[in-house]
Every structure is written in C-alpha cells, then in structure tokens.
C-alpha cells in the first residue's frame, strides 16, 4: 500500500473528512456503541473481540453478539435508573465482560469510568466518591477491596449462580444480563457530552478528573488509522490494560471504531507468554510500551522457539523509546516501531506515523497528528526556534481535533491563552517533530504508568508512622524509573527494614500495586523552600546519584 506524503496530507486535512466516516450526525447527537460496534453488526461472522483467559481458555465475540450482550447491560442499567451521563465502573481484568460493560454503557448514553485491577480500596473509593459512581462491576478476585470501600455503589458480580459471594453483591452479572432484552435503542449524546470518566495523576492533591467527550472519536480515528496504521487484514493487540487510557482508548474504542478486531489477553505479561499470544493469534500489528520491549529484548534468546510470529508493524507510547529498542525490533521482528505520544487528557497528538511518508528521527516523539498544532514554549510562553527546547503545547485555536474541556472538578488549570500546557519538555526539531527531554513537574514514569508522588505521598502519610514524606522517580534499567519514598518518622518509632515493608504494603493495599515505593529510606527531615514546599528536584538528583554510583 503506497504511503502518503505527511506534507500533503497535512495541507488538505479538514476534520470533515475525518466525521463522514462515522454513521451518526454530530450535529444532533450520535451513540458511541452505534459508531464502534452496531455499524459493523451487520455481517454476523465479523469478529470484534479475540481473547484469551488467565486459565488458558479462550474465543472469541462478534459484533453481532456485543450489540445484542451490550444491549443486555443497557436495558438492566434503565431498570436501575442509570442513563444519561451516569457514571458506572468495572474492577475488571481483560475479559468479555469488560467489553460488555463498556459497550452497554455507552449504548445507555451513560459514562464508563474505568478502574484498574491492581488499585486499592483506597484509589477505588477517592474514585467512585468524586464521580458519584452509580454501578461497579468486578470478579470474585477483586471483591474484598469493596469491604472498605465508604460509599460504595451498587455492586455486579461476575461469578456463577450459586457463587459464595452471591449473597453479598447486589447483582450477578450472567444472571442477571440474562434476564434483558437484547434489543435497546441506543441513547444519543451531544459532540460535548462524556462517554468516558477518567482521572490522571498529578503532582498536587488527589487524581484529577477527565473527561472525554463523544468529539474526541475523531481524533482517535485519525491516531489508529494513520499513526497505528491499522488496516482491515490486521490482527491488532495492544497490550495495554484497559483501566489505563491508552488501553481504554486505544484497545477497545479504537480499533473497534474502524471496524477491527482488537485482542485481550488476560494473563500477566512475560516475555514467553507475550511470544506465545503473537504466534497463536498471529498479530500483525502490536502496540505496547517500552518497557515490554525492553522484556522482550532481554529475553532475546527465546525468539527462536516462535519462527511463525509475523509482525507487519509495531507501535509504543508511555516513555520515550530507545533507539536501541527500534533497532532490535526491527531485528527480531522484520519491521518497523513507532514512537507515539500523548496523555490521559488529549489522547495522542504527536506521532512516528506508519501510513504516512516522512522522514524518521531517532529518539523523536514524531510530528504533529493532523487537526493539531503543537509548539514548545519558553519560560515567557514564547513559541521557541528550531534547535530550541520549552514546553510542550497545543496551541488550541489551531487545533480542530482537540477535545479536552478541562479538569472534571476544576482541579487545575493547565492553560496559558490560547495554549493547552501539557508539562512536557521537548526540543524543536525544526521540520515539526519534536523529541521528548522531560517532564517539567514530578510526574513519575514507572514501566509505562505515570505516577503522582501526591497521590503516594498522601496514602503513606495516612499510617501512623508517619510525620511527612516525598516520593520521587529513581533512574532503573527495567523500569525506566521506580517509585523511592524519602519518610520521616514520629521519634518514637523503629525506622527500620521492618516498617519500610510495612509501609510499602499499606501503598499496595491503600493505593495501587504498581505505584507502591520500591525503595523506601528514612530521613531525619525534608529539603525544603523558605515557604515549606519539598524540593523534590533536590531528592531527584540524590536518587539519580544513587544510580549512577
């Protein structure tokens, strides 16, 4: 398939061309559930969903059988009261039933707000509290992270009649949908209107709050078709877990937006499990991050057990990658990996693109995707010159396809005039690339998650231990970074390797398992400003020195 020139491409776009694709008008409302799933319905052997379970078992669903299983949900949610602009959850692994779930919400005009498996009661609790949550939906496995849970919704259990925690949740899932019919005229929304409930971590206070409203359908076509490259003979699988917006967005609304089978694999990630998924279901596009090509490159010597895995293209987002990395890809693989970058709040707007023609640079971020202006910034909101670093920026005047409105609850505001502010700092290239430096904040970026030391900072403050902490990034070979909590104890308690697991698993259990502190040191006191604020740079470069040493 010829490629077509980026320039060009670039000049003619319209985000007209973009929304004659879909089969809804935006003007007087369309369904989400319509545009990824009822459309393509209509030929009953086309398969929407391959997956594969933690057991081994596996199949598959059509979009014929998710119209009709979505249609279930979203006539049990109206016999519940739940409808427009509600927000129901699921605290579920990669399973059918989260792909139900979150089609049947949406069919429902409600908001799906996705929760990931490895939070604690904690996390959940912040989560459905802030969102007013009306329904979640989890398995046995997650069930006693909702016994602490202070205002907990109404609760679905996917389980089997007869199940031990039967008497406990309000509803089963099976049973229940079982019971609906599987016809239910979908519910419009406005361009404006939320399908998705989101949160983001931040540097200050709580997770913040994002929305994505039905307009931001058009810019995820224009990353998935010409960024991912997807195209109808691909077998696509992003591994990225759907409680995340990158597996929320791209894994499941995605490639079901262009009509594509996408593939979950509910089994923990390794390296002879992730060989084993691209053989057997012969993936021809992937997307991951870095992180699991990098454990996939350690684990090198294994290839030579799959000689039939036969990747077309390669695709990843969450860090910058190693030029290392593309070289061995292209390797092991016989094909090419695509740097590709966004955030939780404007989905991805800057991109290595698979089906348009431009010049590659290594350890670059790529260019602009179409409908969007990006710019970097100096410290006076300047836009720089080639050759110069600042800011990342969407400079949103410019920008048709942007959909971002703001933090749900006000919590922040992340603009300059006419600028977007995405905290990110990269170097102008000069051709309309940019490569990523950094973060200009304390985000932390672990194995492809981005962490706010607050929401750590908070949970380790909540034992009794504890007088104050701060949490920063520490450079690791594997993760890129992990997450190192400097703690200040009460003078009457043991700081010792005892309490430093005590107070790692009080993170896993309260706050998540993949932002808990990997390192833990005591410390009589904190580096602080005149005014009080930690400088967390001041114990960034510390932990660094820590590394390099």
């Known amino acids: 398939m010829d490629k077509i020139s980026y320039n060009d491409f670039i000049k003619d776009f319209t985000p007209e061309s973009i929304i004659q694709n879909f089969v809804g008008d935006f003007n007087a409302g369309i369904n989400v559930c319509e545009e990824i799933c009822d459309r393509w319905a209509d030929d009953p052997e086309k398969v929407a969903l391959r997956y594969e379970l933690a057991d081994g078992s596996g ?32 605290l579920l692994t990669r399973t059918p039933e989260l792909m139900v779930a979150v089609l049947g919400a949406l069919r429902a005009g409600a908001v799906y707000q996705p929760m990931f498996t490895a939070f604690g009661s904690g996390a959940i609790e912040y989560r459905v509290q802030k969102a007013d949550t009306k329904l979640i939906i989890t398995n046995p496995e997650q069930w006693s992270k909702l016994a602490d ?65 039905a307009k931001a359908l058009s810019a995820f076509y224009v990353y998935m078709r010409y960024a991912i490259g997807l195209r109808d003979t691909d077998n696509f699988w992003n591994v990225a877990d759907p409680g995340w917006a990158y597996g929320l967005y791209y894994a499941v609304v995605g490639p079901l937006l262009l009509g594509c089978t996408t593939h979950f694999n509910e089994a923990g990630f390794t390296a002879e499990n992730t060989f084993e998924f691209l053989r057997k279901h012969r993936i021809t596009n992937l997307a991951a991050a870095p992180t699991a090509y990098r454990m996939l490159k350690a684990n090198d010597k294994l290839l030579k057990d799959y000689p039939e895995i036969d990747l077309r293209v390669a695709n990843s987002a969450g860090e910058p990658l190693n030029p290392e ?66 800011e990342l920026a969407i400079d949103m005047e410019n920008s048709p396809l942007y959909f971002f409105q703001g933090y749900t609850w006000g919590e922040k505001s992340p ?16 051709d309309g690339s940019h490569s990523y430096t950094g973060r200009d904040d304390d985000i932390i970026a672990s194995a ?83 005014s009080g604020k930690i400088q967390r740079f001041l114990l960034r470069k510390q932990a660094a020195e820590e590394m390099a040493s």
């Open 149 to 213: 849970v202070k205002g907990l919704p109404t609760t679905m259990l996917v389980a089997q009649a007869g199940h031990p925690l039967e008497g406990e949740a309000d509803f089963l899932f099976q049973s229940t949908l079982d019971q609906q019919s599987d016809q239910f005229e979908p519910v419009k929304i406005g361009p404006e209107d939320p399908f998705l409930q989101m949160f983001t971590s931040g540097t200050t206070g709580k997770s913040k709050g994002v929305t994505v409203p």
């Open 59 to 90: 199949g598959e669903m059509t979009f014929r059988e998710l119209m009709q299983r979505s249609a279930q949900f979203a006539n049990f949610l109206k016999s519940q009261g739940i409808g427009k602009g509600d927000r129901i959850s699921a």
């Open 325 to 390: 990395i593309v070289s061995w890809v292209q390797r092991a693989f016989g094909c090419l990996v695509c740097d590709q970058y966004g955030q939780t709040e404007t989905g991805m707007t800057s991109a290595n693109f698979h089906e348009l023609e431009h010049q590659l640079r290594d350890a670059s971020m790529g260019y602009q995707l179409p409908g969007y202006r990006l710019v970097a910034l100096d410290a006076n909101f300047n836009e720089v010159a080639a050759g110069e670093s600042g």
């Open 448 to 530: 492809g998650y981005r962490i706010g030391p607050a929401d750590v900072e908070s949970t380790l403050l909540e034992h009794e231990a504890v007088v104050e902490s701060a949490v920063v990034g520490k450079p690791d070979d594997s993760r890129g970074f992990i997450v190192k909590a400097y703690v200040v104890t009460h003078p009457h308690v043991d700081a010792d390797d005892v309490l430093a697991e005590t107070l790692k698993q009080h993170v896993r259990n309260r706050l998540s398992t993949h932002a808990f502190p990997r390192e833990i040191e005591f410390v009589n006191d904190l580096p602080k400003t005149s």
């Open 415 to 430: 603009y300059h005039g006419k600028y977007y502010l995405t905290g990110d700092v990269v170097i102008n290239n000069g």
